[in-house]
């Protein structure tokens, strides 16, 4: 069967289904990298603005979870036990509920958008506007964002990680032709600022999800994906599986994403130059999350599948490679930031207060890189037991303990006591979900 994660060489199977999705990451991180150090061009307000905007395309990506992780878990099981038509069934109702949500998501932005930004009361005028205006149009466009993520988790979950590398790789390119020719202006086309970057954005990511609708009519193997009708009614079966798994990991992301908001609120006290820093210094952080992330999402199809079929052995060798692979990543990271921050800042600031307060960040966090990664990797493969709700419950915890730490740290250490809520936290949360996944399979593991 194609794309059947439950057989042969464990590393080298875990590796070639990762590979591609970490090169996907990679992509996006990137993708990210890009458009910050386009719009660090703007100056520090323009990129505090769009890092306002960029909370809500964030806290998008947690509810889009839900059909993703849904879709991905159970099509990955059922193909691990050999049931391509439920693998199917759950493949069309993950599509038909993204690309619901989506739209439902991008109406409600635009009707709220005011209130939305309202909510981090910007004192300058200028970070403001450029808040509203990626706001609209990132927001308003965001259902080609939910049909991407969810069209990646199910190419995932049938061991094809290569179709959405090559819809990235594609994405990228067009983001990284787009974003100085609408940011800046060249020729012909006039300097949109802060508005081009989010038109870059937006259409890149349309481009990603037309390739991978591409694919799956062109593709001759076997797809679940063939066949699905977006306006057929959703079988209640379907919908309620994939809401069991799917809403804690929404929960999950969207409540991760609300906790940043408040911390960013707190942040802006300190000036536009410390809320640029949060948006930027999460963008160059992705090097390690987005990298850690991927290799979760092979591990979920995996351990999904093999779980699926039974073969538990394979889940626990699996996660211990995997657990070593992005752990030394992380180190690595970890190395690099602490070690030599001020190089990197450069890349994204021009002005010396935003690069000193770029450089602490980057030291502080880089203390916790590392776990960020485990505690990432280890997310993925409880997923892939179907044990969503219990990350949820451990992640919403110890995520949401930043928020007291911060006003204690920062009483005392000023906005690097901020940066060390977050980095402490990380740690703690790497330990905690390590010693769960290891608690858990200790015996047989059992399907919640």
């Known amino acids: 069967m194609e794309g059947n994660l439950t057989k042969g060489p464990i590393l080298k199977t875990l590796t070639k289904l990762a590979v591609p999705i970490m090169a996907s990451s990679f992509l996006g991180t990137l993708y990210n990298i890009t458009d910050m150090a386009w719009i660090g061009l703007l100056g520090s307000k323009a990129v505090a603005g769009v890092g306002v905007g960029g909370m809500f395309t964030w806290l998008s ?9 849904g879709g991905q878990v159970h099509v990955a099981q059922c193909i691990g036990r050999g049931d391509r038509e439920r693998a199917h069934g759950f493949a069309q109702a993950a599509v038909q509920l993204a690309a ?43 259902v080609f964002s939910f049909m991407t993520l969810t069209l990646t988790g199910l190419y995932t979950a049938q061991g094809d990680s290569k179709t959405p590398f090559i819809a990235n790789l594609v994405g990228l390119a067009a983001n990284m032709v787009l974003d100085p020719v609408l940011i800046l202006g060249v020729g012909m086309f006039p300097k949109l600022g802060v508005v081009g970057a989010a038109i870059a954005t937006v259409t890149a990511q349309a481009i ?3 390739i991978m609708i591409v694919g799956i009519v062109i593709q001759k193997k ?13 079988p209640w079966e379907y919908l309620q ?7 804690p990991t929404a929960i999950q992301g969207m409540a991760y994403c609300a906790i940043s908001m408040v911390l960013t609120r707190m942040i802006s006290g300190y000036g536009a130059e410390a809320v640029a820093t949060q948006r930027v210094g999460g963008q ?11 290799f979760a999402a092979a591990l979920n199809a995996f351990i999904a599948q093999n779980y699926g079929a039974g073969k538990n052995d394979r889940v626990k060798k699996g996660y211990k490679a995997s657990l070593w692979t992005v752990g030394i990543w992380g180190l690595l990271i970890s190395a ?7 190089p990197i800042a450069r890349i994204f600031f021009h002005e010396p207060k935003a690069i000193a307060t770029s450089v602490e960040y980057l030291i ?10 485990v505690e990432l990797t280890t997310v993925g493969a409880l997923s892939g037991l179907g044990r969503t709700r219990l990350c949820s419950i451990i992640s919403i915890a110890f995520t949401s303990a930043r928020i007291p730490l911060s006003i204690i740290l920062g009483g005392i250490m000023g906005l690097d006591g901020i940066w060390w809520a977050i980095s402490s936290t990380s740690i703690v949360k790497g330990i905690i979900f390590t010693c769960t996944f290891l608690w858990i399979t200790r015996k047989r593991p059992s399907q919640t």
Not at 61 to 69: E, H, P, Y
């Open 284 to 294: 160059i952080e992705s090097i390690s999350w987005n990298t850690a992330d991927g």
């Open 241 to 247: 599986g994939i809401c069991k798994i799917g809403i």
């Open 364 to 373: 502080i966090i880089g203390f916790s890189e590392a776990f960020m990664c």
């Open 336 to 342: 690099v930031f602490i070690c030599i921050p001020e």
């Open 100 to 142: 619901f949500m989506g739209m439902a998501y991008a109406i409600l932005s635009l009707l709220f958008t005011r209130q939305m930004v309202g909510f981090f009361q910007l004192a300058d005028a200028q970070a403001h506007a450029a808040a509203m205006s990626y706001t609209r149009i990132a927001c308003g466009l965001i």
């Open 222 to 234: 076997e797809n679940v994906l063939k066949g699905t009708r977006l306006l057929a009614k959703i």
């Open 61 to 69: 990506q947690g509810l889009a979870a839900m059909a993703r992780m």
């Open 208 to 210: 990603v999800m037309s």
